[in-house]
């Protein structure tokens, strides 16, 4: 079992920037990969941002260029850099590892931009 506890979530302002933080507690070296998703009131929860065990990265189409994940293996941690934050994107941000088939998630963080 591997137990994800995110970080760093709140309230920003448009334009604002924010940095999500995913601690794991074991070893994020073997994870095929590690994820970040979202879901908005009323929507489907959506992937963000996913890096692989060899560090490519993907991001969906709205985030493109706005926000930077990466990892830090040594410390076991994901990170989402989130820039030039706009309302959209307003979610509940959950991180995920995937280990084979296996799919673990955190509890997820509130990220709230409104003025």
């Known amino acids: 079992q591997v137990q994800l506890v995110e970080s760093g979530g709140g309230l920003v302002q448009p334009g604002g920037s924010l940095r999500l933080s995913c601690a794991a507690s074991g070893t994020i070296l073997s994870a095929n990969a590690m994820g970040w998703y979202r879901q908005a009131p009323g929507k489907e929860r959506e992937l963000v941002a996913v890096?692989?065990?060899?560090?490519?990265?993907n991001y969906v189409d709205s985030v493109k260029g706005l926000f930077t994940i990466s990892r830090d293996n040594a410390k076991n941690t994901v990170y989402l850099q989130m820039n030039s934050l706009k309302p959209e994107d307003t979610a509940v941000y959950y991180c995920?590892?995937?280990?084979?088939?296996?799919?673990?998630w955190g509890q997820g963080i509130q990220v709230t931009v409104s003025s």
């Open positions: 890096i692989t065990s060899g560090g490519a990265t």
């Open positions: 995920n590892a995937r280990y084979g088939a296996e799919h673990y």
